[in-house]
C-alpha cells in the first residue's frame, strides 16, 4: 500500500467500530473523490479543535461560551439535568423533552480505572448549587453498572447540599417485546412502576 494511503487507514483505524477493511475501503472512497472535496473532509476536521471548546457553566461542547442553553433565557434555569458526555446532551435535545439547564460530568465514576469525583465535573457541579438558584436536580447517567454507581454517589452530594435530586426512570425500552428484556430490566421495571389509574 501507498505510504499516504496507508497513513490515512492508519488514522481511521483509530475511530470507534472501524477496522482495517472499513477503513481501507472509506480510504480509497477518499481517494476516488475531487481532491477539493478530500480536503474540505481533512479541513473540518482540523478546524474542530479551533473551533469548539467547553462551555464554562455546563461543560458541554460549544463554539460560544456559554453555550446555546445556558444562554438562552427561554429555559428553565432552576432545574439541573447531569448527564455523562456533551453526546448526551444533543441526543436530549433532539429529543425535545427537557426544558431546563444541564450539567456534563466528562466520564463516569470509574475506581478501577482511577476516575474518582475529582476527575469528573462534581465540584463544579456542587459549586453552581450554591451559587445558582436550583431547585432539583435529575440524574440522568446511564443504567450501567458505573452510571449508576455515580447516580448514588451524586444523589448523596446533592441532598447533602440541601437540593432535590431525582433519577430518571429505567425500564422497558419503547417498542420492545417484554419477553426479550433481560431479567435486570425487568427488575428495574418492577421497582420503578408509576401509577396510572
Ligand atoms: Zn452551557
Not at 417484554?178 to 428495574?188: E, G, V, W
Request: net charge negative.
Amino acid at each position: 500500500m501507498p505510504p499516504a494511503l496507508e497513513r490515512l487507514v492508519n488514522n481511521l483505524m483509530r475511530l470507534p467500530g472501524i477496522g482495517e477493511k472499513s477503513a481501507t475501503r472509506l480510504a480509497l472512497q477518499i481517494l476516488r473523490w475531487p481532491s477539493a472535496q478530500a480536503r474540505e473532509l481533512a479541513d473540518s476536521i482540523a478546524m474542530l479543535h479551533d473551533c469548539i471548546g467547553l462551555c464554562s457553566r455546563c461543560f458541554t461542547f460549544s463554539e460560544k461560551d456559554p453555550c446555546s442553553v445556558c444562554s438562552d433565557p427561554k429555559r428553565d434555569s432552576s432545574v439541573i439535568c447531569v448527564v455523562e458526555e456533551p453526546g448526551d446532551v444533543l441526543a436530549m435535545e433532539k429529543a425535545g423533552c427537557f426544558n431546563g439547564i444541564y450539567h456534563v460530568l466528562q466520564g463516569v465514576l470509574a475506581p478501577m480505572d482511577g476516575i474518582g469525583p475529582e476527575q469528573l465535573k462534581i465540584k463544579e457541579l456542587l459549586k453552581r448549587l450554591e451559587t445558582e438558584e436550583i431547585d432539583e436536580v435529575i440524574i440522568a447517567t446511564s443504567s450501567t453498572a458505573s452510571g449508576e454507581a455515580t447516580a448514588s454517589y451524586l444523589s448523596q452530594v446533592i441532598s447533602e447540599a440541601g437540593v432535590k435530586a431525582s433519577r430518571i426512570a429505567c425500564g422497558i425500552p419503547m417498542g420492545t417485546d417484554l419477553k426479550y428484556a433481560d431479567q435486570l430490566t425487568l427488575k428495574k421495571a418492577m421497582e420503578f412502576r408509576t401509577n396510572i389509574s
